[in-house]
């Protein structure tokens, strides 16, 4: 059975995509930690980030490198942080959140938006790409 994010990537399940290659897509948190927090997955369905080929885990790492690069332009923060937790939804996906204090990355805080505000921050995200 398919992932939520194989769901999201097909088009199944509308999202707010910030980013997406042959390879690779990004798309807004709808439960976000922070303003911008964005998911950065290979389209490949593979649970578990060390279970990724090489080529693929690299390819995914440079890819979030660049969202996350344009997240920072986008969003005023201290700084961008990353993690790969994946408990949650058995695809691997990359965090990005911005962070203003550590509390941003504990998953224990979390922000709403509505979907003005969240078509407004993937827009000023991709228009940083």
């Not at 911008?36 to 997955?41: A, E, F, K, N």
């Not at 593979?46 to 693929?56: F, G, N, S």
């Not at 690299?58 to 005023?76: C, I, N, T, W, Y």
């Not at 204090?101 to 003005?116: G, P, R, V, Y």
Request: net charge neutral.
């Amino acid at each position: 059975m398919p992932s939520i994010f194989t769901k999201i990537i097909n088009g199944e399940i509308p999202c707010y995509k910030i980013a997406e290659d042959d390879q690779f897509f990004a798309f807004l948190d709808i439960n976000p930690n922070a303003k911008g927090h964005t998911l950065c997955v290979p389209k490949k369905e593979v649970d578990k980030i060390m279970d990724l080929d090489a080529e693929t885990y690299m390819g995914l790492m440079r890819f979030a490198r660049k969202v996350g690069r344009a997240l920072e332009s986008a969003v005023p923060c201290k700084r961008v942080g990353m993690t790969v937790i994946g408990l949650e939804v058995p695809h691997v996906h990359v965090h990005l959140i911005p962070l203003q204090t550590m509390a941003n990355a504990t998953f224990q805080h979390k922000e709403s938006f509505t979907e003005a505000e969240f078509m407004a921050i993937a827009e000023s995200i991709r228009a940083r790409l």
